[in-house]
């Protein structure tokens, strides 16, 4: 399941470099990039997010396709919610009633970004990552869980990441942007 993981634009300076932090934080330094690079995203990432997080998210990233999207809603939203069974309405509320918070680690490292699921820490998706610019990066793993080279935009701010997918896939969208991911080393 992969559907649980993306981030969101942060334009850089123009100068080809990229404020990660401000300079009032501990955690702030300026990071210089350069096409391919993924330095700004190296390192653990950690996103805690709810079952009402992840359905909303879903619901959001389907329905900006019309009637298709809301089609797709229906068939799949109970594969991102993940409490008591039986659910009669399709709504955030009923679909994640009882359901505990989870949380997944994003690692990045040697030109791979993997994600871990919680728990149990498996590895979930593992896809080679380039950054196209201060604050884009595309993914790509041969097919096993995104359709080919998925393209994804972020913004850093001290240890926050928020990632934003910039195409049509809602279960790849949903991972990414149902929450921040917070840095962990």
Known sequence: MIGLVLLEAACGNGSGSSQVGSPST???RTVETSTGSVEPLMGVWRQDYSCEQSVRTFHRLTFEHG???RARYTRYVRDFAWGMKGATELTPEALCKGAPDRYLLMKVADGRLTFFDGPNHEADLQASIELV???????NDGDQ???GTETFTFRIEGDRLTVRIRGEDEWSGTAFEQAQFVRVS
């Open 67 to 69: 009637a298709d999207g």
């Open 133 to 139: 610019n201060d604050h884009t990066f595309t993914l």
């Open 145 to 147: 869980n995104l359709g």
């Open 26 to 28: 501990s955690a702030g």
